[in-house]
């Protein structure tokens, strides 16, 4: 028998035990479960051995439910087998597991407990997911801990092999998945001690084989289908006493007991808490700080959830009890308890001299709950009547359900030291961190935690990483808020967020800035020196930056923050963590050489000797808050004011209930992103008018609609501010007009792809540091966009540069810098946005689209813009096509109605218009026309005839439904060809008038670059980690065969004008369509970097990587060859465009001997590919 | 037809004259500069940032 002792996560714990008792594993990605899956796959690529000596078969599948039959399956072939899954994903996989617990199969689904889309997508942690399965025969078990889920995920194999049942072994999502804690483990030999190898052999023997075949999951009648459910009933009081023996054979082996329901606290409790879950942590905690200061207060932790005996619960509550809570992390709407609550309730029925018990919900998508909320429980249970059904972590002022926050101290351990740093996505910190928590744990006897708190933006969000070290045990399950040392790594933080409001009377503060002494007088807000002072904290500052580029490291300050954090907080000697900080450094950059080693090493030691204390002023303690929008006059919308602004502070776990009164249903407003002025770049494109070519193509391909063309008359240039360069406006429609091309330098994100696609002779957009700028291009903005606007009165074709006139009602998004997914969609907004409606898969483009509160979607100055909603991720097809039929429905009924109208004695004038928008019903831009010209013909029309008046009165409520409106589904290649190729097959052939549009980032780019179908050959990806063996899907050519479903295959700046032409074709065709969007990503690893992933799509297309294409059936009724390939014969070399990007480059260095065959492989799909569309063309 | 509550115009907004960056990413791994375009000053990151960049979008942000 051995104890390891491992410093890692939930989800790798999870694995960890799951991996020994795995044969095969099925599986889906799902945040924040696919940690999981990742690292057993990788542990399988590099040879790790399960219990019966074999590697685990990971498969990653197209969906849940494809991972849930194949789970099912597998099970039935005799294989052991597990999968990991959260919220939708557990739901999709439902009907399987009713299948899998009746036919009594011992699978184990490892669950990071994740709340549910309703109003609203949370990728966080709660119950709802695991209590959607409560009821589908399997068995559940809560882990609270990262040990727990280390211990009980051996439980839930041994029991299900021995017991004939599956298990759903949970934890929370977040809280517990991606918390870092020291923890001991058993060897895989002491699991193999425990395993029931006759159990499994049984298990063997009854799988489906022609050897001795059965017949299995018949259909049954009336007659016996209830008695053979109840038929099961034995396994289920059966698989209480085996857990309990492997509870006690695990607590020999580790010294660790736990039972179904473990107790804490007081013997003589008379008010206890029953939980499940990571909040139990929090809650020992509390107990033991209340019970020291004279409390009777007992906690009951729940670990078997199902089967529930009520037997075992009724024993383990003190008998001194008097009052219960139960804690939910769900909820139920419309029930009259939550599910635990409930099941407790239900356990008293008839006990006489039962307790009170009340229940309560906490913790929904990952709302913090802290010792603070705990102690509200406790204190209501004292009253005479608690109260029930109530809610903590938040305030409720509108059912008034929530308990107050009353308590203020801090329950954690004095001997503790919690720290708080605030970084940026890729800056290091959350990394460095790591490492340094990993430091701390080996090297110390401390007990450790690490917990990552990030905002919602891919590349580039706000990074708040909880650390805490101690003697002891470390229980606070939440969020730091008492810290010790806090450290901004970001100087621009200090102009929006109130980092100082975590940090302790007397802590330290350490600020990574490029401010002097005297430049912290002037630029450090007034609000930060007066808690400096208040606080009396010891503040440093480090100019990381500055230091990093002197030793060459560029940008890279994570090592000099590290220097500087382990000087600080004192806890090895100097020497010590210098030596630890250098081995990590050697074991994390040789494969980079020497000098990267050194360079980083030398960056540790600056770290240390460079910090600065500064010598805080007294005067700071008598500062006024002078922040510039304090002082604004200007009236926010409600949204923006209540809502956006307390969210982008970090505060919006301060919001009360009411705030979202009003917004109930989750909607927001669009247009909120450009509330936002984040000032991200670095550096922002200045426009060099002398050498402009007024081709508009900078603006066309810019990601975030941040560079755009205005078009001034005389009159407008002579209002416009002094700096506001213009040009004449070249082209026949723009004679009289001035032109600029007006830069929004706040909302850029510096990525320098439009300087980099400038087609000028000389270039005609040159980068600047940002700071440049700011003066007069900010105030140049404002007037272009607000003053100037986008002229609707001349007369613009359908080119490039045409459309670039057009205001894009998608703006400002969460995009990464360079985002190649973007500017499609701006486009299309630019054409169709006004009467758009959109349904967007959930993924990245759901992401950067809208995540509360920003809103990248728009409107133009008439109110109209895109509707845009997001349902789930594998129902999006199906759910834009709900759309379109409701929208059909509606105009079917405007269309009877208009016909009706026609054989009446109404107005001449008005049966004209009525003639003419039946006529022109199906086309959008002069339906727009005619339905204006209607409704002010008929808004004020006056008739006595009943029956007019009836059927007037029938379009004045459907108005909303003249326009035809354009309707698009979006989303990604993980939506399109995968998980949700059904429904877009469904819709293809449904013949209606869609439109789809396919991000193509060959990855499903934002659970982390798992592969999709959509990977070509050759492609590094999770769950392809020595390259994809096999060939990209034609998702193009599979749906041309329907006949009747335009095509086409798009690569922006590759050729625009095919990209133009394609959208409009698309757009007017009436039928289906589908355009398939080359999108370039961070996760190729474009080697050249961001700023040139318009130039990678152009590469693509000229290595023959990615074709251009337009299958339009119009032309085949016109007897023409409907296929259309605009790409060329590739002229540049296909094996330089792999080595350009990370994710091919990078097999040659992980598996050379594979590498070289693969990229062969690759090519020949491609040459191939172009072959096939080649003939096509020439038929 | 005009705007409504939940249609914003972003004109009637406290930081439309700001020029105080609030979430500037000069530390982030994709905007390193190894490189500079001569011409346009577009910088380029160098493979290992590019790699960093990729890590964090793969591995760090986990959304």
Not at chain 1, 823 to 836: D, E, F, S, V, W
Not at chain 1, 839 to 865: D, F, L, Q, R, V
Not at chain 1, 1046 to 1065: F, P, S, T, W
Request: aromatic share 10%.
């Amino acid at each position: 028998m051995g104890k390891i002792q491992l410093t890692l996560d939930g989800n790798t714990a999870a694995a960890y035990t799951a991996y020994a008792f795995t044969d095969v594993a099925a599986i889906f990605p799902i945040t924040p479960s696919s940690g999981m899956a990742e690292i057993t796959d990788e542990w399988a690529a590099k040879g790790r051995k399960n219990i019966f000596n074999q590697q685990v078969n990971v498969v990653e599948m197209q969906s849940e439910a494809g991972a849930a039959g194949a789970f099912h399956g597998s099970l039935q072939g005799g294989a052991l087998t597990t999968t990991f899954t959260a919220s939708q994903g557990l739901l999709l996989m439902i009907p399987n597991l009713y299948k899998v617990s009746g036919e009594l199969l011992p699978g184990v689904l490892h669950v990071s407990a994740r709340a549910i889309t309703t109003h609203a997508l949370s990728i966080f942690g709660d119950h709802q997911d695991v209590m959607a399965v409560r009821q589908t025969g399997c068995a559940l078990l809560a882990s609270g801990s990262v040990q727990e889920v280390i211990d009980l995920a051996a439980i839930a194999h041994l029991s299900a092999i021995k017991g004939r049942l599956p298990f759903v072994h949970f934890f929370d999502g977040f809280r517990t998945s991606h918390e870092i804690q020291k923890v001991e483990a058993l060897e895989y030999s002491d699991y193999s001690e425990m395993v029931d190898y006759k159990a499994i052999q049984d298990f063997r023997d009854r799988a489906l084989s022609p050897n001795h075949p059965v017949t299995r999951g018949t259909a049954q009648n009336p007659d016996i289908y209830f008695q053979g459910r109840e038929a099961g009933n034995p396994f289920y009081s059966d698989i209480i006493p085996i857990v309990e023996d492997y509870f006690a054979q695990l607590g020999k082996k580790t010294g660790r007991q736990y039972g179904l329901f473990d107790y804490y606290g007081a013997e003589d409790a008379e008010y206890i808490i029953i939980a499940m879950g990571s909040v139990t942590q929090t809650i020992e905690e509390t107990v033991d700080y209340h019970n020291a200061n004279g409390e009777k207060y007992g906690l009951v932790k729940v670990h078997l959830y199902r089967p529930f005996s009520s037997k075992h619960l009724q024993n383990i509550i003190p008998k001194s009890v008097k009052k219960v809570a139960v804690l939910d992390r769900t909820k139920e709407p419309g029930s009259i308890g939550e599910p635990l609550f409930l099941d407790v309730k239900g356990c008293f029925s008839d006990v006489d001299h039962a307790p009170v018990i009340v229940g309560g919900r906490y913790g929904l998508g990952s709302k913090d709950t802290n010792s603070a909320d705990i102690t509200a429980v406790y204190e209501n249970l004292k009253l005479k009547k608690p109260k029930t059904n109530f809610t903590i972590g938040i305030v409720d002022d509108v059912t008034k359900t929530s308990l107050e926050r009353v308590f203020k101290a801090s329950t954690e351990p004095s001997d503790r030291i919690s720290c708080k740093f605030w970084g940026l996505g890729s800056d290091g910190t959350v990394g460095s961190n790591k490492q340094a928590i990993m430091i701390i744990g080996n090297k110390t006897e401390d007990h450790v935690q690490a917990y990552f708190d990030y905002d919602s933006k891919k590349s580039g969000g706000v990074t708040i990483s909880n650390l805490r070290f101690g003697k002891s045990p470390i229980k606070s399950t939440y969020l730091v808020g008492n810290a010790d040392y806090v450290a901004c790594h970001n100087q621009s933080y200090v102009n929006k967020y109130d980092i100082l409001d975590d940090v302790k009377q007397g802590g330290i503060f350490v600020l990574n800035c490029q401010w002097s002494d005297e430049e912290l007088e002037q630029y450090l807000p007034n609000k930060y020196k007066k808690l400096i002072a208040e606080k009396e904290l010891k503040f440093y500052t480090i100019n990381a930056v500055k230091i990093a580029e002197e030793i060459g490291l560029g940008n890279r300050i994570n090592m000099v923050m590290q220097g500087a954090f382990f000087r600080l907080i004192n806890i090895l000697p100097q020497e010590e963590f210098i030596d630890e900080l250098n081995k990590a450094v050697t074991y994390s950059y040789s494969k980079k050489g020497d000098k990267v080693v050194k360079m980083n090493q030398d960056a540790i030691l600056m770290g240390v000797e460079q910090i600065h204390e500064v010598r805080v002023p007294e005067e700071w303690l008598n500062v006024i808050d002078n922040s510039h929008m304090e002082m604004s006059t200007i009236e926010e919308p409600d949204f923006i004011k209540n809502i956006m602004r307390p969210m982008q502070a970090q505060k919006g776990q301060d919001l009360p209930v009411s705030a979202f009164i009003g917004r109930e249903d989750g909607t927001i407003p669009s247009g909120t992103t450009a509330y936002e002025k984040r000032g991200i770049a670095v550096n922002v494109p200045e426009w060099i008018e002398e050498n402009c070519i007024q081709c508009n193509q900078c603006s066309y391909i810019c990601p975030h609609a941040v560079i755009r063309p205005f078009l001034l008359t005389e009159e407008e240039l002579n209002k416009a501010p002094i700096s506001f360069e213009t040009v004449k406006a070249t082209g026949k429609s723009f004679e009289g007009l001035y032109y600029r091309m007006q830069i929004s330098p706040m909302d850029c994100t510096g990525c320098g792809n439009c300087a980099d696609i400038c087609p000028a002779k000389e270039k005609a957009l040159v980068m600047k540091p940002i700071e440049t700028q700011l003066s007069h291009e900010v105030d140049n903005w404002k007037f272009a966009n607000c003053t100037i606007g986008y002229k609707t009165n001349i007369p613009l074709g359908v080119t490039v540069k045409d459309s670039q006139f057009r205001e894009p009602l998608m703006e400002f998004s969460g995009a990464c810098a360079g985002c190649g997914e973007t500017a499609y969609i701006k486009l299309i907004t630019q054409l169709y946005g006004n009467r758009m409606m959109i349904a967007n898969a959930t993924g990245c483009s759901s992401i950067w689209g809208a995540s509360a509160p920003s809103s990248a979607y728009s409107s133009n100055k008439e109110g109209k813009g895109p509707a845009w909603a997001n349902s789930l991720f594998e129902d999006n097809a199906e759910f834009g096509y709900g759309m379109y039929l409701a929208t059909k429905q509606m105009r079917n009924g405007l269309e009877e109605t208009m016909k009706q109208l026609l054989s009446t004695n109404v107005d001449v004038t008005i049966k004209e218009l009525i003639s003419d928008w039946l006529n022109y019903k199906e086309d959008g831009e002069i339906s727009e026309q005619v339905s204006g010209k209607l409704i002010d013909a008929i808004e004020n029309y006056e008739i006595t005839d009943d029956e007019v008046v009836l059927l007037l009165n029938n379009i004045k409520q459907r108005k909303d439904y003249l326009v035809k409106r354009s309707q698009w589904m979006i989303g990604g290649d993980g939506w399109a060809y995968d998980i949700g190729f059904g429904g877009l097959d469904h819709i293809m052939a449904s013949g209606e008038d869609i439109n789809v549009l396919v991000f193509d980032t060959e990855v499903y780019s934002n659970t982390g670059g798992q592969a999709s179908k959509s990977t070509p050959a050759a492609a590094v990806a999770k769950f392809a980690s020595s390259g994809k063996k096999s060939g990209k899907k034609d998702l193009g050519r599979m749906l041309m065969t329907y006949g009747n479903v335009y095509v086409a295959q798009v690569g922006i700046h590759a050729d625009n004008a095919q990209l133009i032409k394609a959208v409009r074709e698309a757009e007017s065709f009436k039928g289906p369509s589908i355009i398939i969007a080359y999108a370039p990503c961070i996760s190729h690893g474009i080697k050249e970097g961001m700023g040139k992933s318009m130039a990678t799509i152009k590469k693509a297309v000229n290595a023959g990587y990615w074709h251009l294409y337009r299958y339009n059936p119009e032309l085949s009724k016109q007897g023409k060859n409907p296929f259309i390939l605009d790409s060329k014969e590739p002229t540049e070399s296909f094996r330089d465009f792999l080595m350009g990007q990370v994710r091919y480059s990078s097999l040659a260095r992980t598996f050379p001997d594979e590498a070289e065959h693969l990229f062969t492989k690759a090519e020949e799909y491609a040459k191939e590919r172009y072959e096939i569309y080649s003939k096509m063309n020439s038929l | 037809m005009s705007r409504n509550s939940n249609t914003l115009s972003g004109e009637d907004n406290k930081r439309l004259h700001s020029t105080t960056a609030t979430n500037k990413e000069g530390t982030a791994a994709w905007a390193n500069v190894h490189q500079v375009d001569q011409e346009t000053n577009v910088s380029i990151p160098g493979d290992y940032s590019v790699e960093k960049a990729k890590n964090w979008v793969d591995d760090g942000s986990k959304l």
